[in-house]
């Protein structure tokens, strides 16, 4: 019996055997997952130049095709914090009308999310310098900003479960944390610091009975071992090369499901066909494991990287004929 999207996507997620490779490419019309977001307010809106989101960071964007950038921090100086109107998670006006955010739901995995969640959410809220600075020679400080964004996402997770229990099957929250060739700050940094924080919302996301899914850009290597150890299900690179194809492979093949597809800087907007067509099979081949952990995930803008539909199309048509779980539908196997 064909599974059903949820199943296709589940199955991948916990290594149960999906009968299929399990796609969220609404750039071609095929998605497996379905969205419902609560009120939270995103990055700046396409018909503005600026916008101040529900933390009081303020948004400035350009003409060109882009998401905007955060110019205005409301806590870039400590001595702005006792006039500092936190955001109220039990605010009713963040979940207004979520309700119809699961229509059309039917047979497919339902998410919901965080934009921001923890280290991008304190960039926004002090500026990514002071962040890092904090870090070093105000740790308390960074500690007090730090858990109260934690106490938040925490507290919306429980909102939403407790509105809409059964409904929802993962949560997805983007927090970046590689340059190029490495990790922002000191894995070990990392790791005492951020590492706990996390571990106690994955800890509300489970309770909640959904799995875990991160988007990271960049070289994070050094973490996703210790993402791992706390619980992270699903984590979206969309950098393969700049990781390491085989290097991740290896590493962690089997022990965690990727949501990935050809690297969307150094393949897709450079590379020729046969080369996207080549890394479409060196992906499967080692990061998907026989029973699942491969989820094919488009970059959304692809216009803004410089990569035509027609390049998209190249690149789905190669997964789509090396899909490694094919045959593992029943009486195949």
């Excluded at 059964?166 to 590492?195: C, Q, S, V, Y």
């Excluded at 150890?229 to 962690?252: H, K, T």
């Excluded at 997964?319 to 539908?329: C, E």
């Amino acid at each position: 019996m064909t599974q059903t999207s949820y199943e296709v996507v589940k199955n991948a997620v916990e290594f149960k055997g999906p009968d299929r490779l399990p796609l969220i490419f609404d750039g071609l019309g095929r998605n497996d997952v379905h969205r419902a977001d609560w009120n939270q307010s995103g990055a700046c809106p396409k018909d503005k130049t600026e916008f101040k989101d529900y933390w009081g960071c303020t948004w400035m964007r350009t003409a060109e095709a882009n998401m905007g950038q955060i110019k205005g921090h409301p806590l870039d100086d400590w001595s702005k914090l006792d006039s500092y109107q936190w955001p109220d998670p039990d605010n009713p006006r963040f979940y207004e009308g979520m309700e119809r955010e699961f229509a059309g739901s039917q047979g497919k995995y339902v998410q919901t999310g965080i934009f921001m969640l923890l280290f991008e959410r304190m960039q926004g809220l002090r500026g990514f310098e002071n962040v890092l600075m904090d870090l070093i020679i105000e740790p308390e400080k960074a500690a007090m900003l730090a858990d109260r964004i934690v106490d938040f996402d925490i507290l919306i997770i429980e909102n939403i479960s407790r509105r809409f229990p059964g409904k929802i099957h993962g949560f997805e929250f983007t927090d970046d944390w590689g340059t190029e060739n490495a990790l922002m700050i000191d894995p070990a940094l990392w790791r005492e610091f951020f590492k706990p924080r996390y571990k106690k919302i994955f800890g509300a996301v489970k309770k909640a009975g959904w799995h875990v899914w991160m988007h990271s850009c960049g070289f994070v290597n050094d973490i996703i071992g210790d993402l791992i150890d706390i619980g992270l299900n699903v984590i979206n690179l969309q950098q393969p090369r700049a990781l390491g194809i085989e290097e991740v492979g290896a590493r962690f093949r089997g022990k965690i499901c990727f949501s990935s597809l050809c690297d969307i800087q150094h393949t897709l907007p450079f590379k020729n066909n046969s080369e996207i067509v080549q890394e479409a099979s060196l992906l499967l081949k080692h990061w998907a494991a026989p029973q699942g952990g491969f989820i094919l995930s488009d970059y959304g803008d692809g216009a803004a990287i410089g990569v035509p539909i027609e390049k998209k199309q190249i690149m789905f048509d190669a997964f789509i004929r090396a899909d490694p779980y094919k045959d593992l539908t029943p009486g195949k196997n």
